[in-house]
């Protein structure tokens, strides 16, 4: 199974159409891929957070568009990132969610994940957009991915519902600050040990919102492993993945067997 991961640089300088026309014509030259994987809010950038009103689309938007169409060209499965969702919440009130797109190699949005985990406490994302609560996960054919979105990297309790679900490639776009870079690594390392699972996890590059961005997309393989790392630039991160060595780590070393479910609180 081929997957790209494309680490973009979100330069604020860099109209938003032109953007979008660019990272569509890096998707198109994916094709042969299995998997195309964009960061989280490229867009916008993950840290732009006077702008997230302003760049919010609807599912059917002018970002999901061009995914679609880019994703249909290349014929491949398309994880287009993150998007700031103009949507409702549970009364009807509008709100805005960080909502990653999974597109089917014919260009039909097949799910949408909203971010559970939102950033910054008491600031930025954590007060500007309202969080999503469904696992998600969605079977590609060759593998089932389970998708969960930067700050949810922190939070295996996530990643555990996703292995439940049967997830065997962890997707995790990402707007990754540089100064915790080594989170990054790690994080991305602990949970592929932890699930025994792939997990892609793609950042991006440039420097927005004064937050320089860490860069190093991994790809980590079912035992911890780094298949393919990048550097701090914009680059597309490519690796040949077999996911049936997911069930084979699974069996050879069967972790997630001794599991004990209800341990009592303390
Ligand atoms: N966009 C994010 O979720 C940033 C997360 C982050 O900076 C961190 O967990 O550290």
């Given at each position: 199974m ?108 097949r799910?949408?994940y909203?971010?559970i ?46 292995v ?11 707007g ?18 932890e ?14 919102a ?57």
């Open positions: 081929r997957v790209s991961l494309i680490q973009i640089d979100v330069n604020p300088d860099e109209p938003g159409q032109v953007r979008r026309e660019r990272v569509a014509a890096l998707v198109r030259a994916e094709r042969g891929a299995d998997l195309v994987v964009l960061p989280e809010l490229w867009p916008v950038g993950a840290f732009a957070f006077d702008e997230f009103a302003a760049s919010a689309e609807p599912l059917d938007g002018p970002t999901a568009t061009a995914m679609s169409a880019a994703a249909r060209d290349a014929g491949v499965w398309l994880h287009a990132g993150s998007v700031v969702e103009r949507g409702t919440d549970g009364s009807g009130a509008e709100a805005l969610y960080n909502t990653s797109l999974l597109f089917a190699p014919d260009g039909t949005l799910r949408a909203r971010k985990h939102r950033f910054g406490f008491d600031k930025g994302e954590a007060t500007l957009m309202a969080a999503g609560h469904e696992i998600v996960t969605e079977d590609l054919g060759p593998a089932t991915v389970g998708l969960a979105t930067c700050y949810d990297l922190r939070f295996p309790e996530q990643f555990r519902l996703l439940d679900a049967g997830a065997e490639l962890l997707v995790v776009p990402a990754w600050p540089a100064r915790r870079r080594a989170h990054w690594s790690l994080l991305a390392r602990a949970r592929a040990v699930s025994q699972a792939y997990v892609l996890a793609c950042g991006t590059a440039g420097t927005h004064g937050v320089e961005q860490a860069g190093y997309s991994v790809i980590v393989d079912p035992w911890g492993e780094v298949v393919a790392e990048a550097g701090p630039a914009e680059q597309v991160l490519s690796a040949d993945l077999d996911p049936a060595r997911v069930a084979t780590t699974r069996a050879d070393f069967p972790v997630l067997r001794d599991r004990v479910l209800g341990l009592p609180t303390p």
